[in-house]
């Protein structure tokens, strides 16, 4: 679940409140709610001395995202960019979270955004768009969608939960078409809507929308093999032959 809790608005209980209720309503038969937890920004600041410190609260996210880690009823993944929160049962949550320390970038396809996808999840957007929707990072690298991914690895260090510290080597998302490519994947959202890969919803004041993840990269493969150019050249619509039913 990506969320902004400024447009959620007031909630009795607030944010702590928020996240029981969905902890609750989302694991009360055997499922997993994942809070993403990102820390990608470290990889900027000079004086983050770790990318991911699994016990730091502080995430790039916001209040709710850190409020899943302070919370210690989940388990946070070791990605060393793009960790999650896994709430639920606790077996299955450690399985979820497994190997994330090894991944070949933030979103790839063995990362837990991979696992979303092959266990037919779904992505929970709360008050944002598609610009916050991770996922589709995830199904430009499983169709290997050139022009996306860094041409070199960085190196990222991370503090694991023992206090163990541990370098790694991860591809960062990157194009030369804009500074921000997650920025045009709002675009795609015409798209997935013709194909009934959006449901709409609203949590307090915020419009939700509960994103089926296989409708949506079989949408995104479409069209990558329709298109005449990269879907997210540029800002305009994408046209409609790249995705209507023929």
């Not at 609750?24 to 499922?31: N, S």
């Not at 929160?85 to 837990?112: H, L, M, P, Y």
């Not at 920025?183 to 890969?197: D, L």
Request: proline share 4%.
């Amino acid at each position: 679940m990506h969320s902004s809790l400024r447009l959620v608005g007031q909630i009795e209980g607030g944010a702590s409140a928020l996240l029981d209720v969905l902890i609750d309503y989302f694991t009360a038969t055997g499922g997993l709610f994942c809070v993403p937890t990102h820390t990608w920004a470290n990889l900027w600041a000079s004086d983050a001395a770790f990318t991911l410190d699994v016990n730091d609260p502080k995430t790039c996210l916001g209040a709710f995202s850190d409020l899943a880690v302070s919370d210690g009823r989940g388990i946070r993944t070791e990605n060393p960019t793009h960790s999650m929160v896994v709430f639920g049962n606790k077996e299955r949550a450690q399985a979820f979270a497994k190997g994330e320390i090894d991944v070949s970038s933030g979103t790839a396809s063995e990362s837990c955004y991979g696992k979303l996808y092959r266990a037919g999840g779904f992505v929970l957007l709360v008050g944002v768009s598609h610009a916050r929707n991770t996922y589709l990072h995830c199904v430009d690298e499983m169709l290997d969608v050139p022009n996306r991914i860094s041409v070199k690895p960085t190196e990222v260090k991370i503090k694991r939960a023992s206090g163990e510290a541990v370098t790694r080597f991860v591809y960062t998302h990157h194009s030369t078409l804009t500074s921000d490519i997650s920025a045009r994947f709002p675009k795609y959202e015409t798209a997935f809507r013709y194909h009934g890969a959006i449901t709409d919803g609203i949590l307090g004041a915020a419009p939700v929308q509960a994103c089926d993840t296989r409708m949506m990269k079989e949408v995104m493969e479409l069209i990558r093999d329709r298109a005449e150019r990269d879907p997210l050249s540029d800002e305009a619509a994408l046209p409609p032959v790249w995705y209507v039913k023929k």
